[in-house]
């Protein structure tokens, strides 16, 4: 919320006022966030888990002894992990109409995570996306191991494109706070 203005004229402090229209607005916005935070959650995760089980064939392949498969389960664990925060953070915010740390920080922390978070995983499946076409030799004898690879790798894009829409509304929060003083458009 902006801090009270005083009138041109002197005397009394304004408030600012949000009407229930724009707080019932806030509330679909942030339900729609916690959607895509919600999909980014569950394809990260979904593709940390098809890594981590990722263990078939024969002795010699396991996603660990590639350094690339880790990046890639590292950062979807990471981002499944910091999805899991932001929901909650979302949740709370939807149930109180407050956010979880002060607005200005909220607004920032939201915006700079999400950036930080999508190039991350961006760049892991990019990494795991190399790793697996480089590999396509060896998977006559492991297809099992590739074919899973793949899958989670392609979950892990699909996680980066709901963390990326996620980050295009966390920016819109922020241009409605630079702009407005709060994270509600009006």
């Known amino acids: 919320m902006r801090s009270p203005q005083p009138h041109r004229n002197g005397g009394e402090t304004q408030q600012h006022f949000h009407s229930t229209i724009s707080l019932q607005k806030l509330k679909r916005f942030n339900s729609l966030i916690l959607v895509f935070r919600f999909s980014a959650f569950c394809f990260s995760l979904a593709s940390a888990v098809f890594m981590l089980t990722n263990s078939r064939g024969s002795d010699s392949f396991h996603w660990y002894n590639f350094g690339a498969f880790r990046y890639v389960f590292a950062a979807n ?3 499944a992990v910091y999805s899991l925060f932001e929901m909650t953070a979302a949740v709370w915010e939807i149930s109180r109409n407050a956010t979880l740390f002060p607005e200005v920080c909220q607004v920032w922390f939201d915006f700079g995570h999400d950036q930080v978070f999508a ?4 760049s892991a ?6 790793m697996a076409r480089r590999m ?7 297809k099992p191991f590739c074919v899973q690879s793949d899958i989670a790798i392609a979950l ?6 709901f963390l990326g ?4 509304f966390s920016g819109f929060r922020v241009v409605c706070f630079i ?8």
């Open 77 to 79: 664990a990471i981002v």
């Open 165 to 168: 829409v996620s980050s295009l």
């Open 119 to 122: 190039y991350l995983l961006l």
């Open 179 to 186: 702009i407005n003083g709060s994270r509600i458009y009006v």
């Open 136 to 142: 396509k030799d060896a998977c006559p004898d492991n």
């Open 125 to 130: 499946n990019s990494t795991g996306t190399e």
């Open 156 to 161: 892990g894009f699909v996680g980066f494109l």
